[in-house]
């Protein structure tokens, strides 16, 4: 089962749902937390682009930022009608 994560950040810290995905990863010795993240910077990612391409795999979406960047996030999450896709909206305001 490959794993993949979509960040984006511009700083080293990490976020809490890394942290959670983090250990997650661990029960799969065979693939590293790096291997396994891809980071966008400067630039929001392909968001259709990438789970259009990961139809058969399972993957998690964390949205965390202005509520409208989170809605249009869940719009395209929503548009893909499939049982391994968990999306997650984090607000801390």
Same mark, same amino acid.
């Given at each position: 089962?490959? @794993?993949? +994560? &979509? !960040? @984006?950040?511009? &700083? #080293?810290?990490?976020? /809490? =749902? ?8 661990? #029960? $799969?010795?065979? +693939?590293?937390?790096?291997? =396994? @993240?891809?980071?966008?910077?400067? +630039? !929001?990612?392909?968001?259709?682009? &990438? /789970? #259009?391409? *990961? ?11 202005? !509520?409208?960047? *989170? +809605?249009?996030? =869940? ?6 009608? =499939?049982?391994?896709? $968990? ?7």
């Amino acid at each position: 089962m490959e @794993t993949t +994560q &979509i !960040r @984006t950040t511009e &700083i #080293s810290t990490p976020s /809490l =749902a890394s942290l959670v995905y983090k250990t997650e990863l661990e #029960s $799969h010795p065979h +693939q590293s937390f790096l291997q =396994a @993240t891809a980071v966008h910077l400067g +630039q !929001r990612p392909n968001l259709e682009k &990438i /789970l #259009s391409e *990961r139809k058969e795999e399972k993957v998690g979406v964390y949205a965390s930022g202005p !509520r409208m960047m *989170r +809605q249009e996030v =869940a719009a395209i999450c929503s548009s893909f009608s =499939a049982d391994n896709l $968990h999306f997650e909206s984090i607000s801390f305001s």
